[in-house]
């Protein structure tokens, strides 16, 4: 089918040429809305009016960035990554995707599960929802992911084979590598310039030399490392859960990248709503629950990635024979202190780049009073920067959660 546009009536035309959602809805009368609060593209739910159970999404990318509108053009082709995503990270942990229907990457479209019973994370974590099973749940997907896309995992052949796939999705390595590393911390046409004008804590920033010479060398990371294939954008927006239940959103943003990048993605947006809830609702208990939950997080990722590598065999990488198990061990044990290091550095990168940058979020933005605002944005930068400055020489968990605290 050649791409067009969708809109909420044509969606509905569009889902009925497809005869497994036509069979789903049957004869049901059915209506359409669109409810995308993202920054790039459309999603519809589609609802039977004779059965409020029966729903779909309908996402589609549309060939420009939608936060910024048509003047800002940005090719369709980005749900193509989205939709190989999707169904590579089904097959490796379908317990946390939604069930996909139906892709099309000539429409440009991914029809989904609508996760009725889920919200997104960002919203339950201003709202102090407690996740008991959260850790546990990303845990296991960063590991799983994150290992069984590596050279950890794969044979060589099939690791380049995964980054050809992937390669192609230049536009929005691109996007991260402008507003993640580079225009939030200058001046930039594309920053929040209200904020920044007679903003001395800005100046700070933009003339902080130290930081940013460390920004490039995780920069040239995201640029250069091939380690896994990552969701690239696995911020607190990109996650729908209950306490029961925990779904990944919204991958268009993958390629092959560095392992730390999602893990440092996930660790920023619980640090920043850590602080959210320091300046704004003060809740002591919420706080600890937060530390907590970063703190098994990044444990439980290392235990179950060590099992899933302590039980593959045949990996190309290390041949059998080839060096005693006390040396794999402390092989093993270096490469996961990198991982942790890596995730950090990003993290700092990922916490900073929301204070100024074009894309806000609403734990900072969101905080109505001018004074407070200012104080959260001044303790984000200050963990950032120190995140970034000392990220290579980071050895443990319990140093990351010294700095949040102090
Ligand atoms: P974008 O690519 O524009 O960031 P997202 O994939 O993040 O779009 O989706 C935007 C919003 O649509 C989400 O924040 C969520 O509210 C809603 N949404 C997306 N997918 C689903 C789904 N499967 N079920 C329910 N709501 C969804
Ligand atoms: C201009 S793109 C802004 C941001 O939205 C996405 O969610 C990514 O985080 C991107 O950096
Ligand atoms: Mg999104």
Same mark, same amino acid.
């Given at each position: 089918?050649?791409?067009?546009? &969708? ?31 993202? $920054? ?162 800005? $100046? ?11 920004? &490039? ?177 980071? $050895? ?11």
């Amino acid at each position: 089918m050649k791409y067009k546009v &969708l809109n909420k009536n044509s969606v509905i035309n569009y889902i009925y040429e497809i005869k497994e959602i036509a069979d789903y809805f049957g004869t049901d009368e059915v209506e359409a809305k669109e409810i995308g609060d993202g $920054n790039l593209n459309f999603v519809y739910i589609v609802s039977s009016l004779q059965n409020k159970n029966k729903s779909l999404i309908v996402k589609q990318a549309v060939p420009y960035l939608r936060c910024v509108g048509e003047d800002f053009p940005l090719s369709r082709e980005r749900m193509t990554y989205e939709i190989r995503a999707l169904t590579k990270f089904k097959k490796i942990t379908s317990k946390f995707i939604p069930k996909l229907y139906h892709t099309s990457e000539q429409m440009s479209v991914v029809v989904m599960q609508y996760l009725d019973e889920h919200i997104i994370l960002r919203g339950g974590l201003i709202d102090k929802k407690i996740y008991p099973n959260f850790s546990d749940h990303i845990s296991t997907y960063l590991a799983r992911v994150l290992f069984y896309t590596s050279s950890l995992a794969l044979q060589s052949c099939d690791k380049r084979e995964l980054i050809d796939e992937f390669n192609g999705n230049v536009e929005l390595c691109k996007l991260t590598e402008d507003f993640v590393f580079t225009f939030a911390f200058m001046e930039n046409e594309t920053n929040d310039n209200e904020n920044v004008k007679n903003n001395p804590l800005a $100046n700070m920033l933009f003339d902080d030399m130290e930081f940013k010479e460390k920004v &490039l060398e995780l920069k040239y990371k995201f640029m250069t490392q091939t380690d896994a294939l990552i969701h690239g954008d696995l911020h607190t927006g990109s996650i729908m859960l209950n306490k029961d239940e925990t779904y990944v959103i919204d991958p268009e943003f993958a390629f092959v990248g560095p392992f730390g990048f999602d893990i440092g993605a996930l660790l920023s947006n619980l640090v920043n709503n850590y602080v959210h809830h320091h300046i704004v609702t003060g809740d002591q208990e919420y706080k600890k629950w937060l530390l907590k939950t970063i703190e098994e997080m990044l444990k439980m990722f290392d235990e179950k990635f060590f099992d899933l590598w302590d039980a593959q065999e045949n990996s190309s990488l290390i041949l059998d024979g080839y060096i005693d198990d006390s040396a794999l061990e402390k092989y093993k044990s270096k490469f996961l202190t990198n991982i942790l290091r890596d995730s950090v550095g990003f993290a700092g990168c990922k916490m900073a780049r929301r204070v100024f940058g074009v894309a806000g979020v609403e734990e900072i933005r969101g905080i109505k009073d001018k004074g407070l605002r200012a104080k959260a944005e001044k303790m984000i930068l200050q963990i950032a920067r120190e995140f970034v400055l000392k990220y290579d020489s980071i $050895n443990s968990i319990e140093q990351i959660i010294e700095i949040i605290e102090r």
